[in-house]
């Protein structure tokens, strides 16, 4: 494989010095979360790269959510008392080493066996908390019992009305801390080049077998473990339909296109802890939202794998903010790759967002440690911008120190 590179940038002329991200695992050598990224791209086979990387249609969504974050500009502060800085902060009353919760993701079974309890033990040693997937692949009530976990379950609704209700029993008697619903996935997105891997009845194409092939490490996994199975849902599935494959069909198949604001209320009444509605993107969403008595709002495109074309979540988050006020907790997803995006976030109205691919790059490269790595390498990045921008608290930003970059330069008070 061809090792990645870094961009183009004002410090290269005609692409020297050549500069390369390190693909290596020793953690510690590790400085961004595209280090983790390469790393990952080393050891996975394109099937599953797809799968991770992949965006819905041409993916003008995925790439717009890391454009939106390029549209802000800071505007530094100097000789400001540096000494002291931190990225704590209260998540639902208490306190999480950093604003940011690990984004519930399906099928991490594909990038390593255990991969739902590996990313509970990387947040719960960060301190940060886990949202595990419906289409996850660890039983709910073992990700319980890692030690320190902030456990939150994320709720996909199909089938029968007593499948969410079963989930929900579960998920309390686990000690599930939140409920998640997710409210954009009823219809599938058309994610085009992860398709491209597959054959017509689901299967992986000659070509991507080859491929995984010359990952031995990934194969010699998978065939030891097998596929991954849907550990949560399995005894919801008909007997001769919990092959990988063929429970995956089905369950899409009974995603309802109906759910409604209806079906909100009705799990509202029955999940008595605090509940997000994650997923949207639309301000008149954002209203009904802040008046459905829930308790807190997940802005976001899904990884940019539903729509085409859709906003990103920071493009509406002042906006969204301006709409809930103090009354509603407001999260944002999509693109958080550094340090300065979660600032960027706090700075336009999240109070937290969540990280999806930058942790799954870090479970790829390195189980649990990798997934710790991802979230102190974004800590370190914050404590460094936040020295840089010359504020000792995330209580202590302000929108003084942020400009979109259309409104450079910008006139300066007397």
């Known amino acids: 494989m061809t090792p990645m590179t870094s961009p183009e940038s004002a410090a290269r002329f005609r692409h020297s010095p050549r500069r390369q991200y390190y693909r290596g695992g020793n953690l510690d050598r590790v400085r961004a979360v ?27 969504t995925l790439d717009r959510e890391r454009e939106a974050f390029a549209e802000w500009r800071f505007l530094p502060h100097t000789l400001v008392d540096e000494s002291h800085r931190s990225t704590e902060r209260e998540l639902l009353g208490r306190t999480a080493a950093m604003p940011l919760a690990i984004a519930p993701t399906g099928l991490n079974g594909l990038f390593r066996y255990h991969a739902d309890t590996m990313l509970a033990k990387g947040a719960a040693r960060f ?10 692949n660890d039983p709910m009530e073992e990700v319980g019992k890692v030690p320190g976990l902030r456990h939150w379950w994320q709720l996909y609704v199909f089938g029968g009305e007593e499948i969410w209700q079963e989930l929900l029993r579960r998920a309390d008697a686990a000690g599930c801390e939140a409920l998640v619903l997710t409210t954009n996935s009823q219809i599938f997105g058309d994610r085009e080049w992860s398709d491209r891997t597959r054959t017509a009845t689901g299967g992986p194409t000659l070509a991507s077998i080859f491929d995984a092939a010359r990952h031995p490490r990934w194969m010699v996994a998978a065939l030891r473990h097998g596929l991954p199975r849907f550990a949560n849902v399995l005894d919801f599935i008909p007997k001769d339909q919990r092959g990988f494959f063929e429970s995956a069909h089905w369950i899409r198949s009974q995603m309802p296109r109906d759910l409604s604001w209806n ?13 997000f509605l994650k997923g949207l993107l639309n301000l008149e969403d954002v209203r009904r939202a802040r008046d459905s008595g829930v308790d807190g709002i997940m802005l976001g495109s899904h990884g940019g794998r539903q729509m085409d074309w859709a906003a990103s979540a920071l493009d509406i988050l002042a906006p969204a903010r301006e709409i809930v006020g103090e009354s509603v907790a407001l999260y944002m997803s999509g693109g ?35 997934v710790t790595c991802a979230l102190e390498t974004l800590r370190r990045q914050m404590l460094n911008e936040m020295g840089q921008l010359g504020v000792s608290s995330l209580d202590a930003l302000s929108a003084e120190v942020m400009v979109r970059r259309e409104k450079l330069p910008v006139a300066l008070a007397s």
């Not at 050891?43 to 003008?60: D, F, T």
């Open 263 to 275: 079906d909100v209320a009705r799990i509202r009444s029955r999940w008595k802890k605090p509940m």
């Open 34 to 60: 595209e280090d983790l990224r390469a790393r990952a791209h080393k050891l996975m086979p394109r099937l599953v790269l797809e799968y991770l990387e992949a965006g819905a249609g041409s993916e003008a």
């Open 127 to 136: 301190g940060v908390p886990f949202i595990q997937s419906t289409m996850s």
């Open 336 to 370: 958080i790759r550094h340090g300065t995006d979660i600032l960027k976030a706090l700075l336009l109205g999240a109070d937290a967002v969540l990280s999806g691919r930058a942790t799954l790059y870090g479970l790829c490269a390195a189980g649990a440690d990798g």
